[in-house]
């Protein structure tokens, strides 16, 4: 055998050795996959996370969470704040998802399980980008498979399947945190109401009611009372601490009209008693050139002031507190979305406060003319004939 011959043997030799260890190195790296974090760094840099981004069917993120002078907010929405819990839930959830299997490493089918470009037409995943103390990560979360996803980090071709299931809204309406007032109806002293047009109208709670001693006025003490001095009963004299009335009355009841119960009058418990909003604007998006306005009162003397507009199906308030330096500073210059059925609990019009209309008097039916009467027969017996 020539040298030369050997030389090509033994290159020969060294390549498929390669190969083939190789081929087992890729095989021992898919069987370490299985069961292994999807964003393996992500557990111990949770609590540093500055920014956190959502894109779907969108060349930019359509949601924007990060820390503006020490609390979270959402960009999109006029760092307005954010929904911390749900920003915890997801990186939570990202943190906890584990490789069940890898998948396809051709782009050309990332489409058919959604961990293609998000900004791409038609794309169903959606890209969460995380920034760090160790720089920016993202990763692109697919259609869901079994209990989990499809998921690809970016920058990889390999794509694999994870669980547990990692759910998230890609609209910022979603992320603002929704509590907006939380006022019990025990609170509310009065309601004023002042609508665009028509008349307006106040509710207020009824004097409070005074306790009195037992009919007699007999006194509580073993000793009588002074010669001369009426009973307390006797006099009208309140001897014991008042007590929140639960009646309300209405001012403004047109002429002719009378205001419904008391009970149809009070404001519903769930009137502001955790008033949340569905979403959150600059209050120049949304007119309210003719708003309808609630200034309610409370207990302890604080004034809130909301002003309410309806565009399309949508319905708008703005809030404004005397004493509430915080609510204010989170609600100036700012309109919210809120459900229609919140809205008309607060900006109730004032016919559903009156008792109903009696309805008109049903017409009489036209007079017919009477049919002619019909003679009675005879009651003569006719004499029978002879033979």
């Known amino acids: 055998m020539s040298q030369q011959r050997f030389v090509a043997l033994l290159v020969a030799a060294v390549l498929v050795i390669s190969g083939a260890l190789y081929l087992s190195a890729q095989r021992n790296q ?69 490789i069940v299997e890898e998948k396809t490493s051709s782009p050309a089918s990332f489409s058919i399980i959604g961990v293609d470009d998000p900004s791409a037409q038609g794309a169903v995943g959606a890209e969460i980008g995380i920034t760090a103390k160790d720089g920016n990560h993202k990763v692109i979360i697919g259609k869901p498979v079994g209990e989990g996803n499809f998921a690809r980090r970016v920058g990889e071709n390999l794509s694999y399947s994870v669980e547990p299931a990692i759910s998230f809204e890609s609209e910022p309406r979603f992320w603002i945190d929704s ?18 047009t028509g008349p307006g109208y106040e509710l207020h709670r009824a004097p409070p009611a005074a306790k009195t001693p037992p009919a007699g006025g007999a006194p509580t003490s073993g000793s009588p009372p002074p010669a001369g001095t009426a009973p307390a009963a ?15 009355l209405l001012d403004g009841v047109p002429p002719g009209r009378k205001a419904a119960d008391s009970a149809s009058l009070a404001p519903s418990p769930t009137a502001l008693a955790g008033l949340t909003a569905d979403d959150v604007l600059p209050v120049g998006n949304v007119d309210f050139t003719k708003p309808t306005v609630a200034v309610v009162t409370l207990s302890n003397g604080s004034v809130i002031t909301l002003n309410g507009a309806t565009s399309g199906d949508k319905h708008w308030v703005t809030v404004q507190s005397s004493k509430d330096a915080a609510l204010n500073a989170r609600t100036a210059g700012r309109a919210f979305e809120i459900a229609s059925y919140r809205y008309d609990g607060i900006f109730r019009p004032l016919e559903q406060l009156l008792v109903p209309k009696a309805p008109p008097p049903a017409p009489k039916p036209p007079a ?3 049919p002619p009467a019909i003679p009675k027969p005879s009651s003569a017996v006719k004499p029978a004939p002879q033979s």
Do not use: C
């Open 30 to 98: 898919q069987h370490d996959t299985h069961g292994g974090a999807l964003l393996p760094w992500l557990p111990g840099e949770i609590n540093a996370v500055t920014v956190l981004t959502v894109r779907r069917a969108s060349p930019t993120p359509t949601v924007t969470l990060h820390q503006q002078a020490g609390r979270w907010t959402v960009a999109e929405r006029g760092d307005y704040p954010a929904d911390v819990s749900k920003l915890r839930k997801l990186l939570l959830a990202l943190s906890d998802a584990k």
């Open 179 to 196: 509590q907006l007032l939380d006022v019990a109806s025990a609170n509310i002293q009065s309601i004023q109401i002042k609508p665009a």
């Open 234 to 248: 006797a006099t009208g004299a309140a001897t014991g601490a008042a007590t929140a009335s639960e009646t309300f």
């Open 368 to 370: 017919t003319a009477k």
